[in-house]
């Protein structure tokens, strides 16, 4: 076996829209880059190659928490040691701790010669979500293990259905601003209008069946959040700009990117991607608020080697 | 132009278990049989072929309803006979009203060498179920017209999304009861839980997936509703012992036929449709209910045209 492997783990936009808890895709970018190497002694070593200054005690770090769930399940013991450089930067809303997770299995299951099932990855890393928001949630692993747009039929038991998407491409504003997931979630009203939840599956039988279909006007029309985004929405300064700046410069549609604070939008060609980066820009700027974009791809694969 | 045209319009079923107001397919049976001619003199004239003594005043009746809306389209004054012969029961929750009055126009859209869309066809359709139920609604005219499965992403606007489906074996049960639609609209909460709206959401999104990719496991597994069903299902006498009894028969699943009271399941193959037929006389029988079963299958097409 191998005893040495890089990976590059992508980050991951979660509650597409009106596929809130349900939908999310692989980007192109950013990225983690992991190095997973066997070690004689067992047990999980975290080296942290980044500035961040996140944990390096393995079950307070989602890819350590991740590698010891993994390691729970083999008869064996074994000794891991990853290092990691983040590229995609916690707090983010776009599964930053989802992409260290699932690139640590990933990487281990190669070691392993592929041993586990993606469903079972998706297992292990979902403990790496544990440590990061206390809820051992999916949104993010499964794009970031499977790639393209995946859906959470159910959270319990578990259900992963990949959606084949045509190609989309996707503008990504992060303003640098603090949204507690914790917050995103109180904010949340725990009952809805019988007719708003009608529209809101209405709107997500239309983004599946306009992926599978590849028509992206039908994408577009069903990228509309009557539920989440309208409450959520305010915690995040600019969003109405953003979306309605996006929309005036071609965007399909879009959102809040997981619990904010970043927002993304979907384009059919690049051109129209730069555009609305070029349109978010022009909101942030004037705000005052620090911002970084990305503009990228909808990734169809998941964590991927190094060759 | 043709001056008389026969067609047949087939029953459907509406609020396909988690598709709650936004998905319905037809049947191949049973269905109306229509005959619509031109007349000298304009206006509409109603003549009911069968024994269910329904209105024949055109706007007290669903076809003349409908086909009063067309005619209010065109810019000439026109005259129509129509001879309807129903097969579908009234108030058997299997779309009756509905036949009627897509067959009503796609009879006369014939007439008038195919003038309208089939969506401006379902626009005047929905005048008939406003007579029948007091609500304009396309649940069960969009797959009359259409065929097939249909998506009603949003009714308004409205936006009709027809989805390819496998072939699909039905069986209906039309216990002899009546559930009133008004009743059946009362009795639902106007408010629901946003963990069960979001596990619904996840089952539309997977039926439809399902549905896109023929897959047969995954249309079973998200033939699921947790919002109305729990609710309505009450006023149906036997409802959980036939679903019980049909999916230990082999089906896939199934659940209410629009508001009531029919029951619906969906079989891979006939011969299972059969053994779920038979599953649901074992339960009714007993129970001294008058009933009607259909075996059937999903039909691509809606309303047909006698050669």
């Known amino acids: 076996m191998t005893d040495s492997v890089t990976v590059y783990s992508p980050a991951t936009v979660a509650n597409v829209v009106c596929g809130f808890d349900v939908l999310g895709f692989a980007l192109a970018a950013p990225f983690d880059t992991m190095h997973l190497r066997c070690t004689p002694e067992p047990g999980v070593v975290i080296i942290n190659e980044d500035d961040y200054g996140l944990p390096t005690e393995p079950t307070r770090n989602v890819a350590g ?13 074994l000794g891991f040691e990853m290092r990691i450089n983040k590229g995609i930067k916690p707090g983010s809303g776009i599964g930053s701790s989802a992409a260290s997770a699932a690139g640590a299995v990933v990487a281990a299951n190669r070691l392993l010669n592929d041993r586990f099932s993606p469903e079972e990855l998706v297992q292990f890393a979902m403990f790496g979500e544990e440590v990061a928001s206390g809820a051992r949630h999916a949104d993010n692993i499964a794009p970031a293990i499977y790639g393209g747009f995946t859906l959470i039929r159910s959270a319990d038991p578990l259900d992963i259905v990949p959606l084949q998407a045509p190609p989309l491409h996707v503008t990504v504003v992060h303003p640098q601003i603090e949204v507690r997931t914790a917050d995103a979630r109180r904010i949340l009203r725990q009952q809805v209008p019988l007719k708003d939840a009608i529209r809101q599956w209405g709107n997500v039988a239309g983004l599946v069946a306009g992926l599978l279909q590849s028509d992206y006007d039908l994408i577009g029309r069903s990228l509309e959040d009557v539920i989440v985004e309208p409450v959520r929405s305010i915690l995040i300064p600019g969003f109405a700009a953003v979306k309605a700046a996006s929309m005036a410069a071609g965007a399909l549609g879009g959102g809040i990117s997981g619990s904010g604070p970043s927002i993304f939008m979907l384009s059919r060609d690049e051109a129209t991607a730069q555009a609305v980066g070029h349109a978010m820009r022009g909101v942030y700027e ?16 998941g964590v991927r080697f190094a060759v």
Chains 1, 2 share one sequence.
């Open 65 to 77: 928490a991740a590698l010891l769930a993994l390691l729970r399940a083999l008869p064996e013991p």
């Open 286 to 301: 004037p705000l005052g608020v620090d911002f970084h974009i990305h503009v990228t791809t909808l990734s169809p694969v």
